[in-house]
């Protein structure tokens, strides 16, 4: 009878089977768009992402944090549980890393059927310095219990998904938490998190998909079971059906995006673009893996040339800012009149290559189907 009644407390949006992605979007959808914006492609010209063009994916609101009454928990199984002040965590040894985020559903609005969530199309993707300590000299002071196979990660933002009133949680085996890279950050850029990165304090797991970086922290928790709440068992899985478990979507896949050359239409975002050379210039990553090369097709998809990694236009310029940030890459493209569909794709160091079709999963997760840009040279 509850689960009856819970069933009716909102509306629901679809039938759940995802739509052709021809057909118009809900209301729903654009809802979310407004509220998560995404990274302008141009802005890939920028090594980090200025604060205000990196991407946003926030599910409930944004929660009020009065940083002089915050404290960030940690207890669980651990032999010292302790709460720290923000400036007990600025005082402890910092860290500052680059690190590419992508949202796992960036490209969900271009898989056929649409699955019905934000609907990204590219550009839920960003650059950003982040400084903070790492996440392991805290565990370690905190000592961890034997007994303990998973650090939980609880924000402070709180809300309904799939029925469920939920704050946002997810966890990390032990192995991935005490990890070097894994910090728990109060700066974004150099400047104080703004409140809809995670102010004060947010985790960053460089090399994960966005989900994972909880952010606007309230407690850290060693658990003696894996955690099965809302956004780790019911979603970002790759599942083929609603009730498919499937597998858990965890680290960032390959991808390479360019800068549409040229300029847009200002509706269709057709690019037109001058006859002669044209350098299309863009960045491509591999999550934990690196970049191991990065191909442009000017056809279509029938053929493809090998761009050059750390180059933009004929200026050499530097690589990755981190073992964790993305890679500038460059095409030399000798433009002639017509239409065009240009398209680029980048291959890991274990060999892992973009697809051009993209195989689809139920929740639209981990796509990284190669980027098509529309030209007309004229
Ligand atoms: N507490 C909390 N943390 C969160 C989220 C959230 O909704 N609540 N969204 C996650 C998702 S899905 C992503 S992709 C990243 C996005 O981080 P950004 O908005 O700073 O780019 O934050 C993650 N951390
Ligand atoms: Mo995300």
């Not at 141009?42 to 929660?63: C, K, N, Q, V």
């Not at 915050?70 to 669980?76: A, N, R, S, V």
């Not at 890459?329 to 680029?344: E, K």
């Not at 689809?360 to 980027?371: D, P, R, S, Y």
Request: proline share 8%; charged share 20%; with cysteine.
């Amino acid at each position: 009878m509850t689960r009856q009644r819970d069933a009716q407390r909102f509306r629901t949006v679809g039938d759940g089977s995802g739509l052709a992605a021809s057909d118009s979007f809900y209301p729903e959808e654009i809802q979310l768009a407004l509220r998560n914006r995404g990274m302008p492609l141009e802005a890939l010209r920028y090594s980090l992402t200025p604060t205000g063009m990196h991407f946003l994916l926030i599910h409930f609101d944004i929660p009020e944090v009065d940083a002089g009454k915050w404290q960030l928990k940690i207890g669980g199984l651990v032999a010292n549980p302790v709460n720290l002040t923000l400036e007990d965590i600025k005082q402890r040894p910092s860290q500052t890393l680059a690190v590419t985020m992508e949202c796992a559903g960036n490209g969900r609005a271009l898989m056929n059927p649409r699955p019905l969530s934000q609907p990204w199309l590219l550009e839920a993707v960003g650059t950003a310095e982040w400084t903070g300590t790492p996440l392991r000299g805290i565990l370690e002071e905190a000592g961890i219990a034997p007994n303990a196979v998973e650090i939980l990660f609880t924000g402070l933002d709180q809300g309904v998904q799939g029925n469920e009133v939920q704050y946002y949680q997810r966890s990390l085996s032990i192995d991935e938490a005490t990890r070097d890279e894994m910090l728990l950050a109060y700066e974004m850029n150099g400047e104080a998190l703004q409140p809809q990165h995670g102010y004060p304090l947010r985790l960053i797991v460089p090399g994960w998909y966005g989900m994972t970086s909880v952010k606007w922290l309230d407690r850290i928790e060693a658990i003696a079971k894996p955690f099965d709440g809302y956004q780790m068992s019911a979603t970002y899985r790759f599942s083929q059906t609603k009730n498919d478990p499937g597998e858990p979507v965890t680290l960032i896949r390959v991808r390479a995006l360019m800068s549409p050359p040229g300029i847009p239409d200002f509706m269709t975002r057709t690019r037109l673009v001058e006859p002669g050379p044209v350098s299309i210039t863009g960045r491509a990553w591999a999550g934990r893996q690196q970049v191991a090369g990065v191909e442009v097709s000017t056809d279509g998809g029938s053929t493809w040339d090998q761009a050059s990694l750390d180059v933009r236009g004929d200026e050499p310029v530097d690589g990755p800012v981190s073992p964790f940030a993305w890679r500038p890459w460059s095409f030399q493209w000798d433009a002639r009149p017509g239409r065009y569909i240009l398209l680029v794709r980048a291959t890991d160091s274990q060999g892992n290559v973009q697809p051009v079709s993209q195989p689809w999963n139920f929740q639209g997760m981990g796509n990284n189907i190669a980027q098509r840009v529309e030209v007309l040279v004229e």
